[in-house]
């Protein structure tokens, strides 16, 4: 079964700093999905990145990019100048591309503070 | 609709009783899955529907929890006799087929449910 693991439980980081999220996985297919998630108090999951596995070139979002490396089962999410707005919960995800069911395997969670 | 929407907000209910959340995906969007987030598993997949295809229930963890999608649109998760354990956050995604946003999942803001 995949599984996704989260090291860091909290991190924080100051206002228009960067910041790196840790995300590792394990799985033995060789297409898949991975994903960042969001979710402020409102507890409404939002989107943050979405990386294709048979795609060498890592994905960015304006301030956030992945430094995926499919070798190792790794991808991270680097946050640059951070916003107040950043603070939350971030989840990565992963998930099959083939074989069925499409539901994500969600990691564990970091939580992120943003310091003014 | 804009988003998924999920109602009611917030749910309290005495143990032993049954409770049903419900779900509105976003307008075309073919595929629907619940998912429950709790402080000590974090986030689990419990059932996806996918058009006119067999639900994949492989992650409801008892024959207490149900869910069914009436007409292609809305689900209703319902659970049966809840126990204190049910207590957690129950998310619902949607996504659609094809085209350049297929496979992302777009999240509802839950339903809490409290069981006292």
């Known amino acids: 079964a995949q599984t996704v693991t989260q090291s860091q439980p909290e991190m924080s980081v100051q206002e228009a700093e960067t910041v790196t999220l840790s995300c590792t996985y394990d799985?033995?297919?060789?297409?898949?999905?991975l994903f960042w998630y969001k979710q402020p108090p409102s507890r409404q999951m939002i989107l943050v990145i979405r990386?294709?596995?048979?795609?060498?070139q890592n994905a960015t979002e304006n301030r956030f990019s992945v430094n995926f490396q499919k070798a190792a089962k790794s991808f991270s999410l680097k946050i640059s100048d951070s916003q107040l707005g950043d603070a939350a919960m971030y989840f990565c995800a992963y998930r099959a591309s083939q074989g069925g069911s499409e539901k994500l395997v969600f990691g564990k969670g970091t939580k992120l503070t943003v310091n003014p | 609709g804009a988003g998924v929407s999920q109602s009611p907000s917030n749910k309290v209910t005495e143990k032993g009783k049954d409770v049903e959340l419900r779900c509105d995906p976003i307008s075309g969007h073919t595929a629907l899955y619940w998912y429950r987030q709790s402080l000590g598993q974090g986030l689990e997949f419990l059932i996806y529907f996918q058009g006119n295809s067999a639900p994949d229930k492989s992650g409801l963890p008892s024959d207490r929890f149900s869910a069914e999608r009436t007409g292609g649109s809305v689900s209703t998760l319902t659970i049966q006799r809840t126990q204190q354990e049910d207590s957690a956050v129950y998310l619902c995604?949607?996504?659609?087929?094809?085209?350049?946003?297929?496979?992302?999942?777009?999240f509802g803001a839950g339903t809490r449910l409290s069981v006292l």
């Open positions: 995604a949607s996504s659609r087929f094809g085209g350049r946003f297929t496979n992302i999942q777009y």
């Open positions: 990386q294709e596995a048979y795609k060498q």
């Open positions: 799985t033995s297919e060789s297409d898949y999905y």
